[in-house]
């Protein structure tokens, strides 16, 4: 099939639908990550979800160096510490939203040359890939469960605000000592002797290092090596770090995968779109929830009295706009896959041509 066979497929009626779909529950869910924000600041500082602390409560805090946490050496007020983090949330929203490949022209290209085009814009690879984890997940979560038993809950005896917190504020703290950490500092290593401007650009988006090069060299294989490793650790960890806290076992393999979608965001599009993905499947799939327990005494754990607002999540990051994620992704890996070995194989046929055909012949 040739290219332009190709182009009239890609933006044809059906591929004209399946976008108009897609853009619909992609607003839908940008909507709710917006009112996150102050769904958040107002479920912190509203007292409500807690009787034992409140925003001002000073908590101890630590940082991940790869599976090592590193207590700082003083506390913070819990409701500040939010604030802050909320701020950073934002910001990197912001700065995904104003690079050179925009939503609004991402959007347009899928009109035009196929729905694959809305994966060029980071600013909607964030949700697309927060849908995507939620609902891969959910089946890896379902098979690890049905083997190994229920995942646990290590947060069953902790105070729901610093439950609150600690979901808040784990996706920066985790990103970066496991995805920056583990995969970006072998970035910066394997850029030693380039312009200072590289490799710094590399421990911010880790793909910099082979930017150019030919595709398998040895410098991608470190890194793919690198994320993989730090996608086992990361799985590991959340079975061992916590002590007593910790979850059971059926919960490595859903960290693993997590840990390895996380690690490929992140080298292939940059930390701020990896630490945004984390927020979307630790604070925004649950930021509902507590705001439930906090205004209508709904215990943020409920599966049985749920909050609405915590409904209209679940179903969208789980059965819609998860699930479109899920089959856009799997569209996009498959159509290069396919392109790649077609690319593959009109070379192989080059490579045998005779002169006279205008291939080569080696020898």
């Known amino acids: 099939m040739n290219l332009e066979a190709e182009q009239t497929i890609d933006v044809g009626t059906a591929s004209r639908f399946a976008t108009s779909i897609v853009i619909v529950l992609l607003v839908f869910t940008l909507a709710l990550a917006v009112l996150s924000f102050p769904v958040g600041i107002y479920t912190v500082f ?39 983090f909320t701020a950073v949330y934002a910001g990197l929203f912001l700065l995904a939203l104003l690079q050179p490949l925009g939503p609004l022209r991402a959007l347009r290209g899928a009109f035009k040359t196929g729905i ?18 939620n609902f891969s997940g959910l089946i890896v979560l379902a098979v690890s469960q049905a083997v190994a038993g ?33 995969i970006g500092l072998v970035a910066f290593v394997l850029s030693i002797g380039r312009p200072m401007r590289q490799a710094l650009k590399s421990l911010w988006r880790p793909s910099a290092v082979y930017d150019g090069l030919v ?37 490595l393999p859903f960290a693993t995968w997590a840990g390895l979608v996380l690690g490929y965001i992140y080298v292939k599009y940059g930390l701020h779109v990896a630490i945004l993905t984390h927020w979307g499947v ?3 799939g649950h ?10 005494g709904i215990p943020a754990n409920s ?19 998860g699930l479109a994620s899920f089959l856009l992704v799997v569209y996009v890996a498959t159509k290069k896959l396919t392109a790649r070995r077609g690319q593959r194989a009109a070379d192989a046929a080059l490579v045998h041509k005779g002169p006279e055909e205008g291939g080569l012949v080696a020898g």
């Not at 090592?68 to 939010?82: E, K, Q």
């Not at 694959?116 to 984890?133: D, E, Q």
């Not at 049985?304 to 706009?321: A, K, N, P, R």
């Open 116 to 133: 694959g085009a809305l994966m060029g814009s980071p600013f909607l690879v964030t949700f697309i890939a927060v849908g995507f984890l």
């Open 282 to 284: 630790d604070y925004l």
């Open 150 to 182: 229920p995942v646990g809950n290590p947060f069953a005896n902790v105070d729901p605000l610093l439950e609150f917190g600690s979901l808040s504020f784990a996706p920066l703290r985790e990103e970066i000592g496991f995805r920056f950490v583990l």
């Open 215 to 251: 595709a398998g060299g040895v410098a991608s294989i470190i890194i793919w090596v690198a994320t993989g490793a730090s996608a086992v650790t990361f799985g590991v960890c959340h079975v061992t770090c916590g002590g007593s806290n910790s979850w059971n076992l059926s919960q």
């Open 287 to 296: 930021v509902y929830s507590y705001f439930g327990q906090a205004v209508h």
């Open 46 to 84: 509203s007292g409500g979800l807690s009787s034992q602390v409140g925003y001002g409560s000073l908590v101890g805090t630590f940082l991940w160096i790869g599976p090592i946490p590193a207590v700082l050496p003083f506390a913070v007020p819990l409701g500040g510490f939010f604030v802050v």
């Open 303 to 321: 599966t049985t009295t749920e909050f609405f607002g915590q409904y209209l999540v679940d179903i969208d990051m789980l059965e819609f706009f």
